[in-house]
């Protein structure tokens, strides 16, 4: 029992000295775990690597004991003799950081003796310093006296050369001089020298006025003996003048020279105008122009307007007769005939002589914007004081509109430039002239629609031209839309555009609503001839809404409308609505069209019942024939049954009716649906409310097939296929026996497997055996219905 114990007490002294050294390294080395479960796992792993499963291997435990207490005091010996010493390299350390600590300390004291040192000579050269700056503050205000003198010593001397040039008639070198100037003026703009830039800009003024002046006097000499300005068509004269090679010489040089004198004008123009405005004037080196503010004129061009400007104020401004707000065309086209009387002199005589110098103007076009610039002033006048008089304004907009379409399609002026139509679409004006559209819109339709032949096609006697034939209310209020949709489309503003878009829309919902109201009062009679020309106005409004929505103009205003997000024509529709018009899916006319289409639909609905009331009468006799005792008879001898006759006649009528007083489109849905309730009415009351000997089925497919259906015949090719209850009633009634039998024994079989839980399998269907025979539309229990009707079965 001694050596249990003895090898227990052996192994708790192994275990301890197993957890020594573990327990040493984990207080020492942070990545060991010192927990429980980590020692555990730690003794286990040992004993089961050093012992085993193998008891007997107990014996050899003192061994590992002793071995393992020589590692554990070698281990011990090591830390204690590293924790004595210093290791080498932070040994190394130290002595480095010792060492630049005292070079610090010693940079430390050199940089403060240095400091001190700079210091004392800051302040003995201060003195000297101050002195060297009054120096140079003296250098610099002698230079700038001196560059101020050159300056003005410049100015002088450009002032005498142009005097001297001017003295012996050297007008290039003056303008050259005068060039100079105007570019040392834009180089001092920037200065602070307010008394040098002052005397150079009067210089400047003076010199280029006397220059101006003296070429303006030659130049209007020049025009004097070439007729300008031609008021009058010019008048070709074979026989040239005796110095015409002369005077043509003048003109180039005289041009050319005022060309020459082009940049000091605009730059003299410029200041004024921004003294004027109170602003700071533009230099000429600024960055071009936006494309809304024009350029300054040819100066050439300003000197040849001046006599036609003279003209235009005197006969269109003061107490003269002439200048009347009656009569806005009398100013608009005396400015296009002296545009047209000019047209041949401008590009013949001038134009050659700007593209010699190399400008990039045309002259008939500076010309026209010379003009211009006349009767935009006079018509932003007139347009202000004719606000309150609609008639008057009505003529003004009508007169610009007209004077800008001959302005750009026979004169052929620049898109880009201005003409009139932007004075149009200032705030006050712009609204006057939508509330005066609409006001005259609304009086006319009041007009039309009361007048005596409002109802009546001005084509009706001319078939080729009469296949909508539309009313002439609808007409005129087409042509009225379609009118002012020439009015604004060459508005240069998308914004002024769509509001006159909402107001059309605005218009046609109106006069829909008036369609409606009339179309009322006649609805105690929707076969007459005014409700259908109601129904045909209101398909002819909508044929044309539904073309505008494809037109490449109304669908630019489409996209205008999407971008700028326009309620008044978007009328509150929603995302996907919008979306479908940002790509081009829906138009703006869809709201109107859908009513349109809602009210076109009621009326013709309504025109069918009545028609089919009537129809339905005619047919009630022939339904009451007696078909069950009907003999047969041969195809040759057969005779259209007497009491089909009047419900034929009255099919016949009321189809010549309709095609006489219905548009093309709408007569062909009329005799559509006319067939389609036709034939319901025919099979319920005639097919399935009777019993059908042979006879009376051949008569009844008689009349059909050689009566009836040719009477729809003449508005399309198969017009049995409108009708294909009563066509394949007919054909079933009219089987041979032995067919009918087959089938009806077919249709009862199927019908009965289906009863019992379906058809077997591979067995074909019954519509396959109905198709043979050419029924489609019938479905077998309704084909099992009208085998039954027939009276011809063996045995009975």
């Not at 007169?399 to 430039?417: C, D, I, T, Y």
């Not at 419900?647 to 006489?660: G, K």
């Amino acid at each position: 029992m001694a050596a249990p114990t003895t090898t227990v007490q052996t192994m708790n002294s192994l275990t301890d000295t197993l957890l020594k050294p573990v327990y040493a390294n984990s207080q020492g080395m942070d990545s060991v775990s010192a927990d429980s479960g980590t020692l555990q796992d730690y003794l286990l792993d040992f004993m089961e690597k050093e012992v085993g499963s193998d008891l007997k291997s107990l014996k050899n435990v003192g061994h590992l004991l002793e071995k393992l207490r020589e590692e554990n005091s070698v281990l011990e010996e090591q830390v204690l003799t590293d924790a004595s010493s210093v290791p080498p390299k932070v040994s190394a350390a130290l002595s480095a950081a010792e060492e630049a600590s005292c070079s610090v300390e010693d940079l430390l004291q050199r940089e403060a003796l240095i400091s001190k040192r700079l210091h004392q000579h800051l302040q003995d050269a201060q003195p000297w310093m101050d002195k060297l700056d009054q120096t140079l503050h003296k250098v610099n205000t002698i230079e700038r006296h001196v560059k101020y003198l050159r300056c003005l010593q410049h100015i002088e001397e450009l002032s005498a050369a142009v005097q001297q040039c001017l003295m012996t008639s050297s007008v290039w070198e003056a303008i050259r001089a005068v060039d100079s100037m105007a570019a040392l003026d834009a180089g001092l703009n920037q200065s602070g020298c307010s008394h040098l830039q002052g005397f150079l800009q009067e210089t400047l003024h003076f010199w280029h006025k006397i220059i101006k002046d003296r070429l303006t006097t030659d130049f209007e000499k020049v025009l004097i003996q070439l007729h300008w300005p031609f008021i009058a068509p010019p008048i070709q004269t074979l026989t040239p003048t005796a110095n015409g090679q002369e005077i043509s010489s003048q003109l180039e040089l005289l041009v050319s020279q005022l060309l020459a004198l082009q940049n000091s004008d605009d730059l003299i123009s410029q200041r004024a105008l921004a003294s004027c405005q109170g602003v700071p004037a533009i230099q000429p080196a600024s960055p071009a122009p936006s494309p809304s503010q024009a350029p300054p004129l040819c100066l050439p061009i300003q000197i040849m307007l001046l006599p036609l400007s003279k003209r235009f104020r005197y006969h269109f401004y003061g107490n003269r007769q002439t200048n009347t707000l009656s009569k806005p065309e009398w100013y608009l086209t005396q400015v296009l005939m002296w545009i047209g009387n000019s047209k041949t002199f401008m590009e013949e005589r001038i134009q050659p002589i700007l593209d010699r110098a190399g400008a990039t103007t045309s002259a008939m076009v500076e010309l026209c914007r010379g003009l211009l610039s006349l009767v935009q002033e006079k018509v932003a006048s007139d347009a202000s004081r004719l606000l309150y008089d609609d008639a008057l304004f009505c003529h003004l907009v009508e007169e610009v509109l007209q004077f800008e379409k001959e302005l750009r399609g026979n004169h052929s002026f620049p898109a880009v430039l201005p003409g009139l139509l932007h004075l149009l679409l200032e705030d006050a004006i712009l609204q006057k002239w939508l509330t005066v559209e609409k006001k005259m819109a609304v009086e006319k339709m009041d007009a039309m629609l009361s007048s005596e032949g409002a109802w009546s096609s001005q084509y009706k006697d001319i078939s080729d031209m009469d296949e909508l034939k539309a009313p002439d209310c609808a007409e005129t209020f087409m042509t009225l839309l379609q009118v002012i949709t020439e009015r604004y489309r060459s508005l240069p503003c998308p914004s002024a555009q769509l509001k006159f878009l909402g107001l059309q829309k605005e218009l046609v919902d109106d006069f829909r609503i008036r369609l409606t109201q009339v179309m009322k009062e006649e609805s105690r009679c929707p076969l007459g001839a005014r409700y259908c020309a109601i129904l045909n106005a209101v398909n002819y409004i909508s044929t044309i809404l539904g073309d505008w929505g494809d037109n490449v103009f109304f669908l630019q205003l489409q996209q205008a409308a999407v971008s700028l997000g326009e309620e008044g024509v978007l009328g509150g529709l929603g995302v996907l609505e919008v979306g479908r018009l940002a790509s081009l899916e829906g138009s703006l006319f869809e709201g109107l069209l859908a009513l349109l289409d809602r009210l076109k639909g009621d009326m013709m609905g309504r025109l069918l019942e009545w028609t089919m009331r009537e129809i339905t009468e005619k047919v009630r006799p022939y339904g009451q024939d007696r078909w069950l005792s009907l003999p047969p008879q041969q195809d040759q001898s057969m005779t259209l049954s007497s009491s089909a006759c009047p419900m034929m006649l009255c099919v016949r009528d009321r189809l010549l009716n309709l095609h006489q007083v219905l548009s093309f489109s709408l007569f062909q849905l009329a005799w559509q649906g006319l067939a389609e309730r036709l034939d319901n009415v025919l099979y319920q009351e005639v097919v399935l409310s009777n019993h059908f000997s042979e006879g009376g089925a051949a008569q009844l497919q008689f009349d059909m097939t050689r009566n009836l259906f040719p009477l729809f015949g003449h508005y399309c090719k198969r017009p049995e296929n409108f009708f294909k209850h009563v066509k394949e009633a007919c054909i079933l009634l009219s089987l041979n026996v032995g067919s009918a039998i087959l089938l009806r024994n077919l249709l009862k079989e199927s019908m009965e497997e289906e009863a019992r839980g379906g058809a077997a399998a591979g067995d074909p269907p019954p519509e396959s055996a109905l198709n043979e025979q050419g029924v489609y539309c019938l479905a077998p229990c309704d084909v099992l219905i009208l085998l039954n009707l027939r009276a011809s079965w063996p045995g009975q």
